[in-house]
């Protein structure tokens, strides 16, 4: 078993930054693929981004490219994600996950993980 807590979310201007933490505990947190999805309201859960185990491979959906950055730490077990330039867009409940997917596999599927968090809530102004 895996456990995943996110943090950082909150209420931000449009045009503002907040970066999310994910921390996790349970298994061997440096062998898990890592991504972030968010979930609108009335909207389906979508792909953010992902970051494979060794933390070189990076992944973003094309609404947040150039503005996300996803990073891990493995010394502390812990993902993030970097957001900056804000849309009202942008508003939903993240989510962070966790999978053990070999490198041939894609990362963009929730059905991919294995493991997820209760969410945080980010809500950006106009």
């Known amino acids: 078993q895996v456990q995943l807590v996110e943090s950082g979310g909150g209420l931000v201007q449009a045009g503002g930054s907040l970066r999310l933490s994910c921390a996790a505990s349970g298994r061997t947190f440096s062998n898990y693929a890592m991504g972030w999805f968010r979930q609108a309201p009335g909207k389906e859960r979508e792909f953010v981004a992902a970051?494979?185990?060794?933390?070189?491979?990076?992944y973003y959906a094309d609404s947040v490219k150039g503005r996300f950055t996803i990073s891990r730490d493995n010394a502390k077990n812990t993902m993030y994600l970097q957001m900056s330039s804000l849309k009202p867009e942008d508003t939903a409940v993240y989510y962070c996950?966790?999978?053990?997917?070999?490198?041939?596999?894609?990362?963009?599927?929730?059905?991919?993980?294995?493991?997820w968090g209760q969410g945080t809530q980010v809500t950006v102004s106009s």
């Open positions: 996950d966790a999978g053990l997917i070999p490198a041939i596999v894609g990362v963009t599927t929730a059905r991919q993980y294995d493991y």
């Open positions: 970051i494979r185990s060794s933390g070189l491979t990076t």
